[in-house]
């Protein structure tokens, strides 16, 4: 049977692969303008469009030249354009070391292979502490959860495991989270060592690794910063994580084992103290969300928005994988930027408005952290009060033939009835996210609306877990999410993508058409961030 559905996947991927270089620049493409987007964006010549860069400015200007073409009013704070200040960090490995120290000895730490710092957090020029195993870190009081419970972490570093209990639901664990530092501050934690389960990797770590030495971001709006006390922030190699447990009665074989059996995480001293050494390069740096609004219809309704999100920016130059070292980012996320693009040449083509307007917003820094659209979120160009939805595309890879549709937030809020509209009108099944394990709920820029009370969701052509095309996903992920090879040399399936946009535009059309606002349903936790 394995045999059988391995023989499948690889044909399908060959006929995807002739689909894809038959059609590409054929006038009979069915997504012949989206694709046009795409090999603007990820061509070489925008060197990967990294925040802050000159590719990326020329990126901004071509979606502000295409809103602008389409009809859309302007909507940032320079015409198209929100310019938005950032603060970049980048390591300087070679001054830079990480070592455990146990009974006097000093175990070095290599960086790379065993270990990576986290820059986006402004990290201590020196650092020594002890360490306490936290399981995974987390508190979650609606589930009555917490690793944290009479554990001393004052002047500590903690290690934990990334993920959570599989009995808390996806996008509560999420949020939970993406929120632990602030919850680990207040115990009085100085630091964070991250061991990620391997089952919710996407990129194979000697891959991953290699994004350490690109710059870092975080938002000059310092009110904005929600790292504020973190001293150290570091990520193991889970295949060289052993070495911590050492002398603790524990191993990482144990952990790891008692996790994916899903039975509760023991917490315990390591016997060892963290000893780690940052030094740092920094810059300022200048980069752009773009805006443009379709002004509504509705005397009433015309003074509610509904975004559409999709983030601009990808990771630039770094370092070569198999002699390339641009990394496009044709998929993630000039697919989502492309289709931004063509739902507004549609409706400015066909003068079709809407009863709300739809504010058209490609963000920058997604790859930095979500950091455009948390600008954005919080620095509105239209009256906060009056953004009711945001519907966001990233990634959504169409690879095999839709006839689904992922939902990321479907359980959240009533947009859930337009998607099944939607969804029934068209012939598609409607999904909820199936590996939450991943955390996509807050990996793309949906979230930052999320948190500022905006009913958010994000799309995705769909699969199911377990399929053939789960299995045509995962490898899309290992072989080319976040590398170089996520170029315009890729096989995909141009009528699917036709076939998503098409979607796309009925659900933007029947979310800004509705009656009555969107609202979150009684019983999510994130309708307590709705003002």
């Known amino acids: 049977m394995k045999k059988l559905t391995l023989l499948f996947i690889l044909s399908f991927s060959v006929c995807q692969f002739a689909l894809a270089q038959g059609t590409a620049s054929s006038p009979t493409n069915p997504a012949q303008g989206w694709w046009a987007h795409i090999t603007f964006l990820a061509d070489d010549k925008l060197e990967g469009r990294n925040t802050g860069s000159a590719g990326h400015r020329q990126a901004a200007e071509y979606v502000a030249d295409n809103f602008k073409r389409a009809g859309l009013l302007t909507a940032g704070t320079n015409g198209y354009l929100q310019p938005v200040r950032f603060r970049s960090r980048r390591i300087i490995e070679e001054q830079s070391s990480l070592a455990l120290v146990r009974g006097g000895n000093v175990e070095p730490i290599q960086l790379g292979d065993e270990a990576t710092f986290n820059m986006r957090v402004e990290q201590a020029p020196r650092l020594e502490a002890p360490i306490i195993f936290v399981g995974y870190g987390l508190t979650v009081p609606e589930m009555k959860y917490d690793d944290l419970a009479g554990l001393d972490l004052r002047g500590k570093v903690v290690l934990l495991l990334t993920g959570g209990p599989s009995n808390i639901p996806g996008p509560l664990l999420s949020h939970y989270q993406s929120v632990r530092w602030s919850i680990l501050k207040q115990a009085g934690a100085i630091g964070v060592i991250s061991i990620p389960n391997p089952k919710g990797m996407d990129i194979p770590w000697d891959r991953a690794k290699l994004a350490r030495l690109m710059p870092a971001m975080i938002l000059a709006d310092a009110s904005l910063d929600e790292t504020a006390g973190e001293r150290l922030a570091v990520t193991i190699n889970p295949a060289r994580a052993e070495k911590f447990f050492n002398g603790s009665g524990h191993t990482f074989a144990e952990i790891l084992a008692l996790a994916n059996s899903e039975k509760p995480l023991p917490k315990f001293t390591i016997p060892a103290s963290v000893r780690s050494t940052v030094k740092m390069a920094t810059a300022e740096v200048e980069s752009q969300n773009v805006v443009g609004v379709l002004p509504g219809t509705d005397p009433k309704l015309k003074h509610e928005y509904v975004v559409v999100?999709?983030?601009?920016?990808?990771?630039?130059?770094?370092?070569?994988?198999?002699?390339?070292?641009?990394?496009?980012?044709?998929?993630?996320?000039?697919?989502?930027?492309?289709?931004?693009?063509?739902?507004?040449?549609?409706?400015?083509?066909?003068?079709?408005?809407?009863?709300?307007?739809?504010?058209?917003?490609?963000?920058?820094?997604?790859?930095?952290?979500?950091?455009?659209?948390?600008?954005?979120?919080?620095?509105?160009?239209?009256?906060?009060?009056?953004?009711?939805?945001?519907?966001?595309?990233?990634?959504?890879?169409?690879?095999?033939?839709?006839?689904?549709?992922?939902?990321?937030?479907?359980?959240?809020?009533?947009?859930?009835?337009?998607?099944?509209?939607?969804?029934?009108?068209?012939?598609?099944?409607?999904?909820?996210?199936?590996?939450?394990?991943?955390?996509?709920?807050?990996?793309?820029?949906?979230?930052?609306?999320?948190?500022?009370?905006?009913?958010?969701?994000?799309?995705?052509?769909?699969?199911?877990?377990?399929?053939?095309?789960?299995?045509?996903?995962?490898?899309?992920?290992?072989?080319?999410?976040?590398?170089?090879?996520?170029?315009?040399?890729?096989?995909?399936?141009?009528?699917?993508?036709?076939?998503?946009?098409?979607?796309?535009?009925?659900?933007?059309?029947?979310?800004?058409?509705?009656?009555?606002?969107?609202?979150?349903?009684?019983?999510?936790?994130?309708?307590?961030?709705?003002?």
């Open 309 to 531: 999100t999709a983030h601009l920016d990808h990771l630039g130059v770094g370092e070569p994988i198999n002699g390339d070292k641009i990394y496009n980012g044709a998929m993630d996320n000039a697919s989502g930027v492309a289709t931004l693009l063509e739902t507004a040449r549609t409706l400015g083509s066909t003068q079709q408005r809407f009863r709300r307007s739809v504010i058209f917003l490609a963000v920058t820094a997604e790859e930095k952290g979500l950091l455009g659209s948390k600008y954005f979120a919080a620095h509105p160009t239209v009256p906060a009060g009056s953004i009711v939805a945001d519907v966001n595309v990233d990634m959504f890879l169409p690879l095999f033939p839709f006839r689904s549709l992922i939902v990321l937030g479907l359980e959240e809020s009533n947009l859930a009835y337009d998607l099944h509209a939607v969804g029934n009108e068209l012939g598609i099944s409607i999904l909820s996210d199936p590996e939450p394990e991943r955390n996509s709920f807050i990996r793309s820029d949906q979230y930052s609306f999320i948190r500022s009370g905006i009913p958010s969701i994000a799309l995705k052509v769909g699969y199911t877990r377990g399929s053939p095309e789960q299995e045509i996903v995962k490898r899309w992920r290992t072989e080319r999410y976040h590398a170089p090879s996520d170029d315009l040399n890729q096989p995909l399936d141009f009528q699917a993508a036709a076939d998503f946009n098409r979607a796309y535009l009925r659900i933007v059309e029947t979310i800004a058409n509705r009656t009555e606002r969107p609202r979150w349903n009684s019983d999510s936790f994130f309708r307590r961030f709705a003002h």
